[in-house]
């Protein structure tokens, strides 16, 4: 499950020092912690030790509560870290294999539920710097807590940033990369969740300049100054991946090096051609696992369903059913509607694989009808079963144009934020 991992970044070398109070040194040695699913990491010489004194005995020691939000203010964010800094991690430039196990030093932390909400105890009296992360979307505030009471933290200050610097020096947001499609418009689901920074190239037409899908494929580089990668339902330039060569090699490296690569429907050739092992698609029964099927093989999809999907992950069910998210049907299930004609069918997961599942709906096309995954996720394993990157498929895909988000694209939504959690590399 993703949401059980931390922030990418937390994993990074110790990049600068936050101002502290003399409340704090009074109580807290300068020790350094990894905020792993609430647990001490493990350090060279066992965990470090629990360091605090409360300041407050008898009474309880002081807190912060309030709840985490996406850039736009109003969808709650599960699985975020709260946390007092000692020292902030730098959160790169470029992908990078970024582990969970040793993070930047910190005071306290916790993570939020699926209601975005937390309580974090044993923070210092006074005034401190509070940080709320989901991958590589960080927000640092200045915050000041009643002696020995508690502070409920203002939505204007846990609403994640959506853009660099956007509340101050620390704010960081991921660098995104989105791939214009026909039938397609993640990067509308992107400006819904309040995201103000991006770079679209240009996927629909067979342009070759700068901006086109063409040239990032072909430019290694400037794929990887991306952290993540979005690739919408209907490009051009498949061919490209279709046989060995550069743009095929460079998307390899780009996940294998730390790259989130996120693609829907009938682009899903980009991963097929690409990362064959990870998922059977439908249309080349014979063709072995690990070799890429034929092009478009698994284009079969019946047009005009409405399915009612059944969401595996207990952590995405659960914000789904939020007042504020509404996307479950009483039935518990999701309604997915817009399968065109020949949208992409997956078969399966592999199962040897470190690959899950999230949504399954009753799939009908050409030659069968049963119980197929309609969302997956996989985080990527070469030969050596090395790497750090994270794939996510999709067979269906957004409307993008109506004002709210429509219950099937409430899960991408989750899923943009989840894929950049970091990845327990073993």
């Known amino acids: 499950m993703l949401s059980a991992l931390l922030p990418l970044g937390l994993a990074a070398a110790v990049g600068f020092a936050l101002p502290r109070c003399k409340s704090a040194t009074s109580f807290y ?11 001490v990491a493990p350090h060279e010489g066992g965990p470090v030790a629990d360091a605090y004194v409360n300041p ?3 009474a ?18 599960a699985g975020a870290a709260v946390y007092v800094p000692v020292a902030l991690s730098s959160l790169g430039s470029t992908v990078q294999c970024e582990s969970c196990a040793i993070g930047g030093k910190f005071r306290a932390q916790t993570i939020t539920g699926a209601d975005g909400s937390f309580k974090l105890d044993r923070v210092p009296n006074g005034t401190f710097q509070l940080a709320f992360q989901k991958g590589h979307f960080r927000r640092v505030v200045e915050v000041t807590v009643p002696e020995c009471g508690s502070l409920e933290v203002p939505r204007e200050q846990s609403t994640l940033p959506g853009k660099q610097r956007e ?5 960081t947001i991921p660098r995104i990369a989105v ?6 418009r993640l990067e509308k689901v992107l400006d819904k969740l309040g995201v103000k920074e991006k770079t679209v190239y240009n996927g629909r037409d067979q342009s070759t300049g700068p901006e086109s899908l063409q040239a990032l494929l072909q430019n290694g580089a400037v794929m990887r100054s991306y952290q993540l990668l979005f690739i919408n339902c209907g490009t051009r330039f498949e061919e490209l991946v279709t046989s060995p060569g550069p743009a095929r090699n460079n998307l390899k490296e780009y996940v294998r090096q730390g790259g989130r690569l996120f693609v829907t429907d009938v682009s899903y050739d ?30 079969l999809g019946s047009p005009d369903l409405v399915l009612r999907a059944e969401v595996l992950d207990e952590q995405l069910r659960k914000w789904l059913a939020l007042p504020e998210i509404n996307a ?18 997956a078969s399966s997961g592999n199962s040897q694989l470190p690959v899950t599942t999230w949504v399954r709906g009753e799939a009908k096309w050409a030659g069968g009808i049963g119980p197929r995954p309609l969302t997956l996720s996989y985080e990527f394993l070469d030969g050596d079963h090395k790497g750090c990157g994270r794939v996510v498929f999709s067979s269906y895909h ?3 144009e109506a004002a709210e988000l429509l219950p099937q694209e409430r899960i991408l939504e989750y899923l943009m934020l989840e894929m950049g959690t970091c990845i327990r590399i073993k």
């Open 29 to 39: 040695e300068d020790q350094g912690v990894s905020p792993t699913d609430g647990q």
């Open 56 to 58: 407050c005995l008898p």
């Open 60 to 77: 309880p020691p002081p807190s912060v509560t309030g709840k985490v939000y996406a850039p736009n203010g109003t969808d709650p964010v």
């Open 167 to 171: 509340g101050g020096p620390w704010d």
């Open 179 to 184: 791939v214009s499609g026909a039938w397609d």
């Open 270 to 299: 980009f991963l097929e051609q690409t990362f064959p092992e990870y998922v059977n698609f439908e249309g080349s029964p014979q063709t072995p696992a690990a070799q890429p099927e034929e092009h478009n093989a698994a284009e």
């Open 328 to 345: 479950l049907g009483p039935d518990g299930k999701v309604e997915v509607r817009g399968f065109d004609t020949g949208w992409a069918v």
């Open 398 to 400: 957004t409307y993008g």
